[in-house]
T-cell receptor, first 112, second 113 residues
Framework: EPEVTQTPSHQVTQMGQEVILRCVPISNHLYFYWYRQILGQKVEFLVSFYNNEISEKSEIFDDQFSVERPDGSNFTLKIRSTKLEDSAMYFC??????????FGPGTRLTVT | SQQGEEDPQALSIQEGENATMNCSYKTSINNLQWYRQNSGRGLVHLILIRSNEREKHSGRLRVTLDTSKKSSSLLITASRAADTASYFCATVLAGGGADGLTFGKGTHLIIQP
């Protein structure tokens, strides 16, 4: 069964450094998402991406964040200058016309 | 304000019993989805119910939606130890079928063997 994959599974970085989180959505899906979950809190929507552009973003998704689909398979989230409060699990998700979102296993980002 | 609030926050039952979780939301929705998350893992989609549907079944899962009360329930019948997980409802606002999901805080379900 096709699945969303994410790399790395765990990323440790120092405050102020740039990180890129990578995702490979399910191949025939058209809509792509990033969410985050701070430890012990609920899952929060960051951004959605369709037809090679951002279709929706939350208040969390400020100028420090960017997304890109550099080729036909990868979907990336970049955080330009990480802060301690960016430490969280980051989930990528994708969907087709059914709107049921399929999530990857997540990347645990630890900012020290 | 919270869009998607589950109750109870935690539920512990014996294996074989039925588990019911509820979700309330505040604004008009396009659809409501339920997800499961095992500890430290990703989210697994369970079921989607559209705003014009009232009930939906999938295996041991039964979901209801009452748009007049802005609430939904998830029933897991004949629970198993493997059902132990956190369960979240997530909504998509009206007008947005493939928009980002708004999650609630979840119900932590423990199935006692």
């Amino acid at each position: 069964e096709p699945e969303v994959t994410q790399t790395p599974s765990h990323q440790v970085t120092q405050m102020g450094q740039e990180v890129i989180l990578r995702c490979v959505p399910i191949s025939n899906h058209l809509y792509f998402y990033w969410y985050r979950q701070i430890l012990g809190q609920k899952v929060e929507f960051l951004v959605s991406f369709y037809n090679n552009e951002i279709s929706e973003k939350s208040e969390i998704f400020d100028d420090q964040f960017s997304v890109e689909r550099p080729d036909g398979s990868n979907f990336t989230l970049k955080i330009r200058s990480t802060k301690l409060e960016d430490s969280a699990m980051y989930f990528c998700a994708s969907t087709d016309h059914s709107y049921e979102q399929y999530f990857g296993p997540g990347t645990r980002l630890t900012v020290t | 304000s919270q869009q998607g609030e589950e109750d109870p926050q935690a539920l512990s039952i014996q294996e074989g019993e039925n588990a019911t979780m509820n979700c309330s939301y505040k604004t008009s929705i396009n659809n409501l989805q339920w997800y499961r998350q095992n500890s430290g893992r990703g989210l697994v989609h369970l079921i989607l119910i559209r705003s014009n549907e009232r009930e939906k079944h999938s295996g041991r899962l039964r979901v209801t939606l009452d748009t007049s009360k802005k609430s939904s329930s998830l029933l897991i019948t004949a629970s198993r130890a493997a059902d132990t997980a956190s369960y979240f409802c997530a909504t998509v606002l009206a007008g947005g079928g493939a928009d980002g999901l708004t999650f609630g805080k979840g119900t932590h379900l423990i199935i006692q063997p």
